[in-house]
């Protein structure tokens, strides 16, 4: 499960991070990708 871990160092990351503005972006590419990767599972087509 690398991805887990990946979100995982993100989240740590900038909960750590003493740039507000840095780690504010970070959750936001975070739960975009988060998102995105929901919806590609969900719309994925069935083979």
């Not at 972006?25 to 998102?35: D, I, K, R, V, Y």
Request: charged share 20%; net charge positive.
């Amino acid at each position: 499960m690398a991805i887990k871990s990946y979100l995982k160092n993100i989240l740590e990351f900038s909960i750590l991070s003493k740039d507000k503005i840095f780690s504010r972006w970070h959750l936001t590419e975070l739960l975009s990708f988060f998102n995105n990767s929901i919806l590609f599972h969900q719309f994925r087509p069935k083979v």
